[in-house]
């Protein structure tokens, strides 16, 4: 085999390579993007629980406030944005779902807020 054949093979071997790591990396992200979105949704259940928002709030059924569903319902869908939502849990309110007020949540980290907020928007799923 000449020097020019076995550069040649090297050569196509290194790109073989090259595209196969390629590949590899496409696939790698796409899953790590597949996966981080439930996990967002399983973090915002997890941190609904964690500052007892469910003790006045279900997924469905209004108890003291009202359901996720219906807040995703109301401020969802371009209605409403995530810092605004993120604003009112923080602030607390009165009289937006009836005569029962909401306290204020101002113990709740601003990022916390934030991913309640998007998530309460996204459908809470």
Do not use: N
């Not at 108890?63 to 995703?72: H, L, M, Q, Y």
């Not at 604003?87 to 949540?105: N, R």
């Not at 113990?107 to 907020?117: G, H, K, T, Y």
């Amino acid at each position: 085999m000449t020097d020019d054949r076995k550069h040649q093979r090297g050569t196509d071997c290194i790109a073989a390579v090259q595209r196969s790591f390629a590949a590899s990396l496409v696939a790698a992200l796409g899953i790590g993007v597949s996966v981080a979105w439930p996990a967002r949704a399983v973090a915002s259940q997890a941190l609904a629980q964690k500052y007892a928002c469910i003790a006045c709030h279900q997924p469905t059924a209004k108890v003291v406030g009202p359901s996720w569903k219906d807040i995703g319902t109301r401020y969802g869908e371009g209605k409403g944005t995530a810092a605004q939502l993120a604003a009112s849990i923080k602030a607390g309110s009165s009289g937006k779902w009836g005569a029962m007020p909401m306290a204020a949540q101002a113990q709740v980290p601003d990022a916390d807020v934030q991913s309640l907020a998007q998530w309460l928007l996204d459908g809470a799923k």
